[in-house]
């Protein structure tokens, strides 16, 4: 069954803003309640200028897309949307790189001798 609601006046009003604004197919859908095909179709229907997406996001890095040893000191919170690992080069048996490990491990004290 068709949905004769989906693309109400103020929702291609919204769609137009945010298209003029940049922001992405996926981002536009999810803000007013539609997918990003639902999107691009209404795009092309409207007649909306096509826009050249020049410059890519970096693609986020989680823990299991990494192909080899590297440092694990998150940055951020897990929960935010910029969160990832550091990524670079691990010192060898730690988890961390030169400069996360001066962060996260600490000298023991030496042990003062006893005054007699």
């Known amino acids: ?10 929702r291609i009003e919204q769609l137009t803003l945010l298209w003029d604004e940049g922001v992405t197919t996926a ?17 092309h229907r409207l007649g909306l ?3 050249v997406i020049t410059q890519k996001p970096a693609p986020r890095r989680n ?3 990494f192909t080899g040893p590297v440092c694990m000191w998150p940055h951020g919170h ?3 949307e910029d969160f990832h690992f550091c990524g670079g ?9 030169e400069t996360h490990s001066a962060l996260a ?10 005054a007699a």
Do not use: Q
Not at 1 to 10: C, K, N, S
Not at 105 to 114: L, Q, S
């Open 27 to 43: 981002e536009i859908g999810r803000r007013i309640g539609v997918t990003k095909n639902a999107v691009i179709g209404k795009v």
């Open 49 to 51: 200028v096509p826009r």
């Open 63 to 65: 823990v299991f897309e």
């Open 1 to 10: 069954m068709i949905d004769l609601g989906t693309w109400t006046p103020e």
């Open 78 to 80: 897990p929960g935010d």
């Open 89 to 97: 080069r691990p010192l060898p048996g730690k988890p961390y790189c």
């Open 105 to 114: 491990y600490i000298k023991p004290k030496e042990a003062k001798p006893n």
